[in-house]
């Protein structure tokens, strides 16, 4: 972003331009004063260089509510070359969250970072909203881990200016509470010789791989062993209960298990009947 110029001319028999307060970034709807200021003598007559408005013919140049055509060169009698203001609008803050997903659970790890968009970091505050309501405060620039996320809601950044009260808030970020595993198979019975396939979910989210689980009337629940890394879908050809869960992140945060599914192999008879001839 551009910068006020404060490159003044060193002779005391010139004006020199003094912006209070002393920023380099003036944000709309901010109070700015310039003062015209002259080393030796009691009485001068001062001049004013800029547009848009009548010059005051006193030492400051007043605006008490910056506007994007306040940003242009000022200048008072004496001053070769003028100063330039510059009026931007507030900085929207970014939150930044690692893992990159769009929805987290309690009991996750996630790093939180509140980015100001290249504004300065002197004049900011920053805090981590939940609900709309001060949860953290977090020093700009910098993360926040939570080992791990204790409540749900909203979460947003909020960068504040101290020295205008003016804030501005980030995206959002959504914290559920711990969800539940969904499975979903496209029969409940295989056919003598044949297979059924059964898929797990966890929506609406991202980053999971899945675990699962078969056990009979006779046999207790065992983990199936699989090649595949994600998991999302298996084939089975053998009859029994199926359950699955979600797992992701590191350390990893695991789903409740899903509903049971049973699966049955249904056998097939063909009865031919024949026909007996009575000698």
């Not at 929207?92 to 996630?110: I, Q, R």
Request: glycine share 6%; net charge negative; proline share 5%.
């Amino acid at each position: 972003m551009s910068q006020a110029i404060l490159d003044f001319p060193i002779d005391p028999n010139k004006p020199s331009l003094v912006l209070q307060p002393n920023w380099s970034q003036i944000y709309r709807g901010e109070k700015v004063t310039l003062r015209c200021e002259i080393q030796g003598g009691t009485q001068w007559t001062y001049e004013w260089r800029s547009t848009n408005r009548n010059s005051p013919s006193s030492s400051e140049y007043r605006i008490n509510s910056a506007t994007d055509p306040d940003s242009r060169e000022y200048s008072c009698r004496g001053i070769g070359e003028g100063n330039r203001l510059n009026v931007v609008s507030v900085v929207d803050a970014v939150l930044t969250v690692e893992p990159n997903w769009s929805t987290f659970y309690s009991g996750e790890f996630v790093t939180f970072t509140c980015d100001r968009n290249e504004a300065e970091a002197t004049d900011w505050e920053c805090r981590l909203n939940r609900d709309n309501e001060p949860y953290l405060s977090i020093n700009p620039d910098k993360s926040i881990t939570l080992e791990p996320l204790q409540h749900s809601g909203e979460f947003q950044c909020c960068g504040r200016r101290r020295s205008s009260n003016k804030t501005k808030c980030s995206n959002t970020v959504t914290v559920s509470g711990k969800p539940t595993a969904t499975l979903a198979a496209d029969s409940t019975t295989i056919p003598e010789g044949g297979s059924v396939t059964l898929s797990c979910s966890v929506e609406p989210s991202a980053g999971w791989k899945f675990r699962w689980f078969r056990r009979t009337i006779n046999t207790p629940e065992a983990e199936i062993t699989t090649n595949n890394i994600e998991n999302r879908n298996i084939t089975v050809t053998q009859e029994g209960i199926y359950r699955c869960e979600g797992v992701r992140g590191n350390p990893a945060f695991i789903s409740h298990l899903s509903n049971e599914v049973t699966i049955e192999i249904i056998c097939e008879f063909f009865l031919k009947n024949s026909l007996m001839s009575n000698y």
